[in-house]
């Protein structure tokens, strides 16, 4: 079998992202992993590095380290009415939701990379976040829109994920 060493683009539609809107709600709740596939016009990932900058004696430039991250991922949505992910954020910022009511599970599943041997299943990240939903924009003649982010809570936890039923396996 040849191996195929092209290069190709990967594309947006290439990674999904996947909110569990349930699980962090209640210690008995059941997971509510939902596709953020339609509605969200914007998810941009940041991972923020915390870095130290240190100017040795003996050297003319400095020496620079990074310490940690900010994980943050900024997010637009239209309003759209029974549309589970979008309805979950938009309450966030509705109720003025705080704490854990205002966090969720997030999934980024690399579409792009398939893991051998595991129909539907792919290399992923899990992080759990804080929806900080800051805005909403309604104008005339067009559909409501909201935007803020999502923010970190701690490390990412690097597994795979199934598809098909929606279930994330943490790497051994």
């Known amino acids: ?15 999904a992202y996947y909110l569990d809107i349930e699980a962090t709600k209640a210690s008995n709740a059941t997971a509510d992993i939902q596709l953020m596939n339609v509605g969200v016009t914007k998810f941009e ?3 923020n590095p915390t870095e130290k900058s240190t100017q040795y004696i003996g050297n003319k ?6 310490t940690g ?5 900024a997010i637009e949505s239209d ?10 954020l938009y309450s966030i910022f509705r ?17 792009w990379n398939p893991v051998a041997e ?8 899990k992080l759990k976040t804080t929806a900080v939903i800051s805005s909403k924009t309604p104008t005339p003649g067009e559909t409501i829109t ?9 490390d990412f936890i690097d597994g795979t994920f199934n598809t098909s039923t929606k279930t994330f396996t943490e790497n051994a």
């Not at 430039?61 to 990074?66: C, H």
């Not at 991250?69 to 991922?73: I, T």
């Not at 595991?118 to 990240?125: F, G, L, N, P, V």
């Open 146 to 154: 909201f935007s803020g982010d999502l923010k970190g809570v701690g």
């Open 61 to 66: 430039s400095k020496t620079n380290k990074v």
């Open 45 to 47: 990932e940041s991972s």
């Open 1 to 15: 079998m040849a191996i195929d060493n092209s290069e190709v683009e990967v594309m947006a539609y290439d990674e």
């Open 69 to 73: 991250y900010d994980n943050q991922f």
């Open 79 to 88: 309003l759209i009415k029974n549309n589970k992910v979008v309805e979950y």
């Open 118 to 125: 595991q129909e539907s299943t792919y290399k992923a990240r």
């Open 95 to 111: 109720d003025r939701k705080t704490g854990k009511y205002a966090q969720q599970d997030l999934f980024i599943v690399e579409l």
